[in-house]
């Protein structure tokens, strides 16, 4: 009798456990985000008659309730707890946790060297026909984290960031002038603030030791941009905010040694106000503090850079006369560095190709009497991602 009692209260407990649990998640409100995440959950489908029936419904609803579940975040941390604590995984979702406290994805694309061919054959199409024009091309390879510290990684993750990087660079043809940072970034990967330990992306630091480099490469072509302007030009500040970045959020915070901290860049000498618009307006910056300020623990808090990754902006310069402008066809690596860029040019244009259909970018380009048009890309996003090349 005292067994039956036992199982009995067992069995009740669960059953009323799982009521409970079923009446939390039908009666609690629905997330449209997922910080940790960093995307949009799946909607409650919409109960039509012929999803119904072909079952497509029934697989909605399930990937619906698995985006909502209750305390969703949770359960992923607890996850992350026993790879971490329990069975001491050291590699978690492609993601390489590095004792010095990096978090790092290998970069090993699929059909890589076809990749790199389709890339080189396109922007060298663009390439050629754009100098029939009279404008310029450039194309600046940035190393991502995972390029810079491929030697980290350890034997058994394969990552092809160098050889990729590599081919890319040697397969442009004369009408591209191709820039390879690495040695730039290598000289100085020792000092702080140079990556994000949690994030893939560069910090300013970097982007601006290959600002330097890309000046002088251009200033070959055209004097008339000047020279590069010093570090001790800017002050740097890194904003006490804590920042989980992209690697911190697939992983989560569990695996996390060194929480981030955005660096803002802001210039000492006096000058004239630089006009940057997007998104409809010019009272822009190229800081949003706002994603400084959320309290979202994993608030993607690269987008105060630029906004993240607006389809188009436009920076005009009052303190160069030098009638030189340039479009810039970028990725996010680009965010952290326009910054820069735009201190040299009379007007500054970039687009995100992700953004735009049909985007013609030789008419953009004749439009707006651009001058030189300048790639800025990681290896990674060039040779995965068609919609850059869609030019």
Not at 82 to 95: A, N
Not at 164 to 186: H, P, T, W, Y
Not at 348 to 377: G, P, S
């Amino acid at each position: 009798m005292r067994y039956k009692i036992r199982d009995l209260f067992i069995t009740g407990f669960f059953l009323v456990f799982i009521f409970l649990f079923g009446a939390w998640a039908w009666l609690k409100d629905d997330q449209a985000m997922s910080e940790l995440e960093g995307r949009a959950l799946a909607a409650e489908p919409v109960k039509d008659p012929d999803e119904i029936a072909s079952g497509e419904y029934f697989k909605k609803y399930d990937d619906y309730y698995s985006d909502q579940f209750p305390v969703r975040d949770k359960w992923i941390e607890g996850s992350a707890i026993i790879d971490k604590y329990i069975l001491q995984k050291e590699y978690i979702k492609d993601v390489y946790v590095n004792d010095n406290g990096y978090l790092i994805s290998p970069v090993n694309p699929p059909e890589k060297s076809v990749a790199v061919d389709n890339v080189n054959s396109k922007i060298n199409d663009f390439a050629k026909n754009l100098h029939n024009e009279g404008v310029s091309t450039y194309f600046a390879l940035v190393p991502n984290k995972s390029t810079m510290m491929e030697n980290k990684l350890p034997y058994y993750i394969e990552s092809y960031a160098n050889d990729l990087s590599d081919n890319l660079l040697g397969g442009f043809s004369n009408d591209v002038k191709a820039l390879d940072f690495r040695e730039e970034i290598n000289a100085h990967l020792n000092e702080k603030n140079m990556y994000f330990y949690t994030d893939h992306h560069w910090k300013p630091k970097a982007a601006f030791y290959a600002y330097e480099k890309l000046i002088q490469t251009i200033g070959e072509e055209y004097p008339a941009v000047g020279g590069s302007l010093k570090k001790s030009d800017f002050k740097w500040e890194e904003h006490p905010t804590p920042f989980y970045g992209s690697e911190a959020r697939k992983t989560t915070a569990v695996h996390v040694k060194k929480p981030d901290t955005v660096t803002v860049v802001k210039p000492i000498k006096n000058q004239k106000p630089l006009t940057v618009c997007y998104s409809g307006s010019c009272d822009k910056s190229f800081y949003n503090m706002n994603s400084l300020n959320s309290t979202d623990f994993y608030m993607n808090r690269y987008t105060t850079y630029l906004s993240g990754d607006v389809p188009e902006g436009i920076v005009k310069n009052p303190n160069v006369d030098n009638e030189l402008k340039v479009l810039i066809l970028k990725d996010s690596y680009a965010n952290a560095m326009i910054q820069f860029i735009a201190q040299n040019f009379e007007e500054t244009r970039f687009l995100d190709l992700r953004k735009h259909e049909n985007m013609d970018v030789k008419e953009y380009a004749n439009a707006h009497d651009i001058d030189i048009v300048l790639f800025v890309h990681n290896i990674n996003s060039i040779v995965t991602t068609p919609k850059f090349l869609n030019l």
